[in-house]
């Protein structure tokens, strides 16, 4: 294990009783505007209208990159100077726009108001207007809000919020079932699921589901298998529900994946025999795939800005399965509840940190030099041009990394970087 750098006397940074640095000052990450960039590829007839300023319409054409040429379903209202002024009723503009929208997309089920910092700076009652506009549209469309503002959401949190959004609005259902919760990409939704089947767990759904008419019920005899670690919300307003929780691993690498099939097979009461029967060939393959990786990762010191809260996990993964020592694991949140198998599966000693003072922490990351940093695009060119490898952190939020099939893809995108810069050198 490596420390932090040499930080000591005044300057050592506030580590709190549980050992946890806790910083609050200037932060580099996204709001949580950008979860939509994920979350309406996967909801297949659902559109996502925030309700915010031009910024906000910027951020999700960059982050959407080409997406935004394929007429997709999301979009901005933006608030005008005369919103802002009070001069026009906010209200009644944003139905025009509904209206509009809906007469033209006759192919939307579920419309999400997004919240963003300028509708709540003014105090636009969101809530209140999805009530309004689904009098008028139900039941051909449903109308949800939850807010995906940088005052109150932190990249992925938006897609947490989205979630927890739902939960209130699902069906009730007394059934005997497993929950998948967080949305992945179809392919290792299917693989995960067809894993539990075989598995013989009866009903297995997901949250969110691809369309709009099959969102699952939910009861007191639903148990659920969080996907991603920044479910808070969603773990929350689930259990008001009745559901419970079954803490596991995250389904990162050959063991994360393991873990967390093992707490649905004890849940379930599938027999341990057969429980092997079923994961042993898919367990022994990702553990080959990721055997590739080990060689080019064991030693490897990496150290994790704050961006996704799947942090912790993958530096389980990281120190675990591929040998890499972890100089610091930035998060920005932590939340304890979710994540006490994964933080007990850390190496000893492993500086943690929550919450961001970026210039404190790249001095941090300067002092370390580590052979790797994973850090959102902002600051991974800096970093670059001062001989320091980055990996940029959205690239985890989008690409397929859960599950067995795809243990050795995330172990590469690890290794990629380090590649890169070896063969630059030569
Ligand atoms: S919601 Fe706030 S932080 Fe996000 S793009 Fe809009 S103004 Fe910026």
């Known amino acids: 294990m490596s420390s932090a750098g040499p930080a000591s006397g005044c300057d050592a940074p506030p580590v709190g009783v549980d050992g946890i640095l806790r910083e609050r000052g200037q932060r580099e990450v996204f709001c949580g505007l950008t979860g939509i960039i994920w979350l309406h590829r996967k909801i297949q007839d659902a ?68 919240g963003s910092c300028p509708s709540e700076v003014i105090k636009l009652d969101l809530s209140r207007a999805a009530q309004r506009l689904n009098g008028r549209f139900s039941p051909n469309v449903r109308v949800l809000n939850y807010s995906g503002s940088g005052i109150e959401t932190t990249f992925t949190q938006g897609e947490d919020a989205c979630l927890s959004a739902l939960v209130p609005d699902l069906a009730f259902s007394d059934e005997k079932q497993l929950m998948i919760v967080g949305s992945l990409p179809d392919i290792v939704e299917d693989q995960l699921t067809r894993l539990l089947g075989d598995l013989g767990i009866g009903k297995i759904v997901s949250l969110p589901a691809r369309l709009a008419g099959q969102m699952p019920g939910v009861g007191p005899n639903t148990k659920y298998l969080l996907a991603q670690p920044f479910l808070a919300e969603t773990g929350t307003a689930l259990d008001k529900r009745g559901a419970e929780h079954l803490p596991a691993l995250f389904p990162f690498g050959a063991e994360g994946t393991t873990a967390w099939l093992h707490a649905a097979a004890q849940a379930f009461g599938v027999s341990e025999a057969r429980f092997e029967q079923v994961i042993a060939g898919p367990r022994e393959r990702a553990r080959k795939g990721l055997a590739l990786y080990r060689e080019k990762l064991a030693g490897k010191r990496i150290f994790f800005m704050p961006d996704s809260q799947l942090e912790v996990p993958l530096a389980r993964f990281l120190a675990g399965e ?12 932590l939340h304890k509840g979710h994540l006490i198998d994964e933080l007990a599966a850390l190496p000893p000693g492993t500086m943690i940190s929550e919450g961001q003072d970026v210039d404190k922490q790249l001095d941090r990351v300067r002092a370390a030099r580590p052979d790797l940093t994973v850090c959102g695009l902002g600051l991974a060119n800096p970093l670059e ?39 630059l050198r030569v």
């Not at 209208?49 to 951020?59: D, E, F, I, Q, W």
């Not at 591929?322 to 949140?333: D, I, K």
């Not at 952190?393 to 995108?413: K, T």
């Open 47 to 114: 559109f996502f209208l925030v309700v915010g300023s031009r910024t906000c319409a910027h951020l999700l054409q960059s982050a959407a990159g080409v997406m935004v040429f394929a007429e997709p379903r999301f979009g901005t209202a933006i608030i005008e100077e005369k919103d802002l002024a009070g001069l026009a009723d906010a209200n009644e503009e944003l139905d025009r726009v509904v209206n509009r929208l809906l007469a033209r997309r006759p192919d939307i089920k579920l419309l999400f108001l997004v």
């Open 322 to 333: 591929l040998g890499m020592e972890l100089v610091e694991v930035g998060t920005p949140y």
């Open 385 to 423: 041009k001062e001989g320091l490898s980055t990996k940029w952190a959205i690239e985890l939020v989008f690409s397929p990394i859960h599950g067995y099939e795809q243990a050795g893809d995330l172990a590469e995108l690890f290794a990629r970087p380090l590649h890169r810069r070896d063969l």
